[in-house]
């Protein structure tokens, strides 16, 4: 009987957490959604049809490459789109990590993974690995990513319409949306000297050489700084972190 109990409690704390897992996946895609707008915006903006807009969040959907590219595109035209792609590549290359991380989560099979392919963001990246079970973690995964495809997509398609309609969107602050929701990622990143000193040479880099490059190469060499100051590990010293075991989840982001 006490066994038959103990499992009825274990059985109860793992629907909780998968329902936890679940609103917490909903909650971070109506807040994901929202900044959706000011990409269509700042899309149609660049001179992108609307059709063209909801295609490349359709098929790219990660919000950071799709800024940079637009970003770049709206300041150099078409003559920029080669530097446009590099930038947009770059940022998208931290999905690679996310899909490593995420590799046990997903489990295998070829479709599953395909169909993975497509959500692992850092959002649905972050909900999952904040839950301590493996079902929750696959929930908080799934439920992310398709409730934010979906919210993304419309609220692209809702800014676009905004944008064509209304006109400039820096008008109503929207071109600030995206670069504050960077800054909220990068904030609490900043509590070591390697990262500051990192976020601040890249930015004067970017500032000194954007005068004199099309649009898009001041920060692909800016990037440059990241990777110099990675390698050769200056300011980076410090205690080494205790070993975790496999199933604590990673709160301060990835390993």
């Not at 992108?48 to 969040?57: A, G, H, M, R």
């Given at each position: 009987m006490r066994a038959f109990a103990r499992l009825g409690r274990v059985s109860t704390s793992s629907d909780a957490e998968d329902r936890r897992a679940g609103r917490q996946g909903l909650s971070v895609a109506l807040a994901t959604s929202?900044?959706?707008?000011?990409f269509g915006a700042l899309a149609t903006a660049?001179?992108?049809?609307?059709?063209?807009?909801?295609?490349?969040?359709?098929?790219?959907?990660?919000?950071?490459?799709?800024?940079?590219?637009i970003g770049v595109i709206g300041a150099g035209g078409l003559a920029a789109a080669p530097a446009a792609i590099a930038s947009a590549s770059l940022l998208g290359v931290r999905n690679i990590a996310y899909g490593m991380r995420m590799s046990p989560v997903i489990g295998d099979g070829?479709?599953?993974r395909a169909a993975a392919a497509q959500f692992t963001i850092d959002?649905?990246?972050?909900?999952?690995?904040?839950?301590?079970?493996?079902?929750a973690r696959t929930r908080g995964f799934w439920v992310t990513g398709i409730a934010i495809y979906i919210g993304w997509n419309?609220?692209?398609f809702a800014g676009a319409l905004l944008g064509d309609v209304l006109g400039d969107p820096r008008q109503y602050g929207l071109d600030?949306?995206?670069?504050?929701?960077?800054?909220?990622?990068?904030?609490?990143?900043?509590r070591q000297r390697q990262a500051i000193v990192v976020g601040v040479a890249a930015a004067v880099v970017a500032t000194v050489l954007t005068p004199g490059l099309i649009p898009g190469v001041p920060v692909l060499l800016a990037a440059f700084v990241a990777i110099v100051v990675g390698w050769f590990n200056w300011l980076g010293a410090g205690p080494v972190p205790p070993v975790e075991p496999d199933d604590v989840p990673e709160r301060e982001g990835l390993p």
């Open positions: 929202a900044y959706g707008v000011s660049s001179g992108l049809d609307i059709w063209q807009t909801c295609v490349l969040s359709l098929v790219m959907f990660t919000g950071g490459s799709q800024f940079a590219f070829f479709w599953r959002e649905s990246t972050a909900v999952s690995l904040a839950q301590t079970t493996l079902r419309i609220t692209t600030a949306a995206a670069a504050a929701a960077f800054l909220a990622l990068l904030w609490p990143r900043l």
